[in-house]
């Protein structure tokens, strides 16, 4: 197994970090690396913002769902997914303005994640931790505000990048599934239910009770929350803005 591959086995999500900072030739490399990343018909359709000022830090980290170590990561990018540039230099040189649809923020999702990823891959060789901010959906109208975004540029994901403490190099990385459960051949397979629960008795180790009470324990902790309810009102918001006319 190659140092790369290593290094994607090894990653976990880290959010507890020690006090050394990350130099600014490690941020640039963090970024440059992100700008490495395929992009649909090489438009490149993010922007990065590059959290620098504490107090927005701050902001963020109560923004989505109180969260503190968000404003005490080191260095805090956000991934828009952002059509705004070609929007403009289409109705500059086009005869005709074109209409920005649900396609065009799908591919500009897939190029978000793919240079957050990258950004994350980049950070890991270099013995940096990072952890996805999904929340960073929520709070859409005022996280629009805070950060300035134009119509065609949604947050669409956060990372945070710090050096990981002892603990958190040490913590255990939670199980993944098995290639067996995930990887299907030329067509989906509609798992029964008693194929799910096998799925699921692998990956968790319970069986049973336990099983049932660990899958109600993280439906509460991750579905009948009201981040989730608030998720998906900024995700209608996001979608209606980009969309209409």
């Not at 970024?31 to 000022?53: C, R």
């Not at 950004?119 to 709070?139: K, L, P, R, T, W």
């Not at 336990?210 to 995700?235: G, P, Q, T, W």
Request: hydrophobic share 40%; glycine share 4%; aromatic share 10%.
């Amino acid at each position: 197994m190659n140092k790369t591959i290593q290094e994607l086995y090894d990653r976990k999500s880290v959010r507890v970090f020690t006090n050394e900072p990350i130099t600014d030739e490690e941020k640039q490399i963090i970024l440059t690396s992100a700008l490495q990343a395929p992009t649909a018909g090489n438009m490149t359709l993010y922007s990065i913002l590059n959290i620098q000022e504490q107090s927005l830090k701050d902001e963020l980290a109560k923004r989505c769902d109180n969260q503190p170590f968000i404003a005490k990561a080191p260095f805090v990018l956000i991934f828009l997914a952002d059509f705004q540039k070609w929007y403009d230099i289409f109705n500059a040189y086009c005869k005709e303005t074109p209409k920005i649809e649900e396609a065009d923020l799908f591919l500009a999702s897939q190029d978000c994640v793919i240079a957050a990823q990258n950004a994350v891959v980049a950070a890991q060789s270099m013995g940096i931790g990072s952890c996805y901010i999904g929340d960073i959906m929520e709070n859409f109208e005022i996280n629009r505000e805070l950060l300035h975004l134009p119509k065609y540029a949604l947050p669409y994901s956060m990372v945070v990048f710090g050096r990981p403490t002892k603990q958190q190099q040490d913590r255990i990385k939670p199980k993944r599934f098995g290639l067996e459960d995930i990887v299907h051949i030329d067509t989906y397979h509609q798992k029964s239910l008693e194929e799910i629960k096998n799925m699921f008795e692998k990956q968790t180790g319970k069986t049973g009770n336990e099983l049932e009470e660990y899958i109600n324990a993280f439906a509460k902790r991750k579905f009948y929350v009201d981040f989730r309810k608030e998720m998906n009102r900024s995700a209608k918001a996001m979608l209606k803005q980009w969309t209409d006319s």
